[in-house]
């Protein structure tokens, strides 16, 4: 599982009926440095799309899995899904870590 940022919404004319009930979002995946960047525009990661039917909002830090992992939570249906939003963080506590540090400031 990893982190992202969702920055907006992927519009479909006709939603194959497996995934009606919720929205793909674009999501920026986050490294540890993004991790202290509020604007998720600063972030250099590829954006991608990922299944949303938690409720995510523009901007809101999420965990999503992605590959194989995306479509075990709907087993034994079948969604023609490769990343899925699996948590809303409210709230993100990382340690002051020498590892962290470093990459968060530019310095090694």
Not at 18 to 38: E, M, N, Q, S, Y
Not at 48 to 64: K, N, T
């Amino acid at each position: 599982m990893r982190l992202a940022h969702t920055i907006g919404i992927v519009t479909l004319v006709e939603p194959h009926p497996a995934v009606r009930g919720g929205v793909f979002r674009v999501i920026v995946p986050l490294a540890a440095a993004d991790l202290a960047k509020t604007d998720a525009r600063q972030c250099l990661a590829e954006p991608l799309v990922a299944w949303d039917d938690l409720g995510a909002g523009d901007g809101q830090l999420v965990a999503f899995s992605e590959g194989g992992e995306a479509a075990q939570p709907f087993n034994p249906d079948n969604k023609p899904i490769d990343a899925y939003i699996a948590a809303l963080i409210d709230h993100l506590d990382i340690a002051s870590t020498p590892c962290i540090d470093g990459l968060t400031t530019g310095t090694t």
